[in-house]
């Protein structure tokens, strides 16, 4: 469903003359969008939530990187998404140094939604480029939403949510999705639990005695899932039961010890990854 | 299988009384061996090569940690690996600033080898630090070898193998794993296709027109495999031939975009992840 047929990009030329040359050999499409099906976004995707009738304004940074750095004028056409699944084509109308009024000519409301809600609840590692790296990772592979909790052995115990919604924009953009995954306010481990979102699944991840069995025989394609991701210094007694009360699933990611972010990636993968087929079954998209 | 009772590590302890309490809630051991099944190494393990009959000997860097920063004295307990797919145990027979000597009590042969080869053939990325988290979040999951390549439109042109070796040891230990990736040299694409490994099973990830079916669904499971992930610039017409004749099929990792180092670590871990069921059909382990 992506293509874009005759787009003049960096190696649309040139790949599709090599793909007439292979036949069915082709080559996974990173930074361009040569190749593409019906529907895929430009590679440079725009934010935007302040959309109004057929017009819309891009905020100043946006504006600013659309302007300054990609050059782009009125009359050219730009793609941009609000966060909340609307993907969104337009021609430029009026721009200054940092700003930049579009016309919307096209919107798709509900942009491919992941099949199921993915909430993946991990606290913050020490090292906070291992918990920037996976929000970029879990965004692109598919995230609804990122609760990060303190427990009483987490060794960070402050985070701040402006970079990691940055990353998970970017990462949102990057990969040509509308939907930009909440980044819920980091709190304690019981609060989290509290106010933890309704799922049909919910599961913790556990290497050890008394595991049900794996993630992937446990989760029903499809469902609405909770994924707990503990930390490195592993939860107390108090918060293990609490934990229990609240119905988390003891299941396995596989025989062997994953880092923190290293977990809860491979968790989120394998629910997207189980997922793609449902999404298949569901409207008929091909892989 | 991981299971250690009675170690005395941090948490091993209120974790058990956890458990106890919970029923079969538990959590995650990250940095930690509590709970872990029977097998499972030491959250702590050693690499030597310097094993002759029953005594061993770690290298200078390995002796130096083991004895200057763990302090580990004589009579201690040591688990070790080979790299090769050896788990050692043993203890310290004596020591020094830069030299550890081990008398072997135990060893595994061929200690949880994955149930098929992955062989991963990526071309380094400009950024190298997204490249270094691949092969580390890679061998957490499982692979057999890395194989970066240079292709026409690789931004990147030189690639230090020593680091990369590093980091693949670590993540293996780190992970209890007792076969430690191999680095191979990076190589021009052209050549990395005439040298590949002799794989059952050949895929090059794509995103667009012509793709026959997700990898998930076309990987067999228990095949060797090995894994082709396109550069950032893609590849060039010539390149692409190239593969085609090597008989390298175009699947889909899902219908959106992601990035060189995501995709590589995304197609390895769905192979993975399918062979969880294979391994375990295999030898019944529990998962």
Redesign the interface.
């Known amino acids: 469903?992506?293509?874009k047929p005759g787009k003049g990009r960096?190696?649309g030329g040139?790949?599709n003359?090599?793909?007439l040359?292979?036949?069915?050999?082709?080559?996974?499409?990173?930074?361009?969008?040569?190749?593409?099906?019906p529907n895929?976004p430009d590679m440079q995707l725009f934010f935007t939530t302040d959309i109004i009738g057929q017009r819309a304004a891009l905020p100043a940074d946006e504006a600013r990187h659309c302007v300054q750095v990609l050059r782009k004028k009125p009359g050219d056409r730009v793609q941009f998404i609000d966060g909340e699944g609307g993907m969104f084509t337009g021609r430029i109308l009026e721009v200054g140094k940092k700003s930049c009024v579009i016309a919307v000519e096209e919107e798709e409301r509900n942009y491919?939604p992941l099949p199921a809600a993915v909430h993946l609840a991990v606290a913050p590692t020490k090292n906070i480029s291992r918990i920037e790296?996976l929000l970029e990772?879990a965004t692109?592979?598919?995230l609804t939403a990122f609760h990060p909790f303190f427990s009483e052995?987490s060794e960070r115990k402050v985070l701040k949510p402006e970079r990691l919604e940055k990353i998970a924009l970017s990462a949102a953009k990057?990969?040509?999705?509308a939907y930009v995954p909440k980044i819920m306010p980091a709190v304690p481990f019981a609060d989290f639990l509290e106010q933890a979102p309704v799922c049909e699944q919910r599961f913790?991840?556990?290497?050890?005695?008394?595991?049900?069995?794996?993630l992937?025989?446990n989760y029903r394609p499809g469902a609405d899932v909770c994924l707990?991701?503990?930390?490195?210094?592993?939860?107390?007694?108090r918060e293990?039961?609490l934990?229990?009360s609240k119905g988390?699933?003891?299941v396995?990611?596989?025989?062997?010890?994953?880092?923190?972010e290293?977990?809860a990636?491979?968790a989120c993968?394998?629910v997207?990854?189980i997922n793609?087929?449902f999404?298949t079954r569901l409207d008929d998209?091909?892989?």
């Open positions: 469903m992506f293509c960096q190696f040139i790949f003359n090599a793909i040359a292979v036949g069915s050999i082709g080559f996974f499409p990173l930074q361009t969008s040569y190749l593409s099906p895929v491919q790296w990772k692109e592979i598919g052995h990057q990969s040509g999705r913790a991840a556990y290497l050890g005695e008394g595991v049900k069995g794996s992937k025989l707990l991701i503990g930390p490195e210094g592993g939860f107390s007694p293990a039961a934990a229990a988390y699933a003891l396995s990611l596989g025989p062997n010890r994953l880092r923190t290293t977990a990636l491979a993968h394998t997207n990854l793609q087929d999404h998209r091909s892989l």
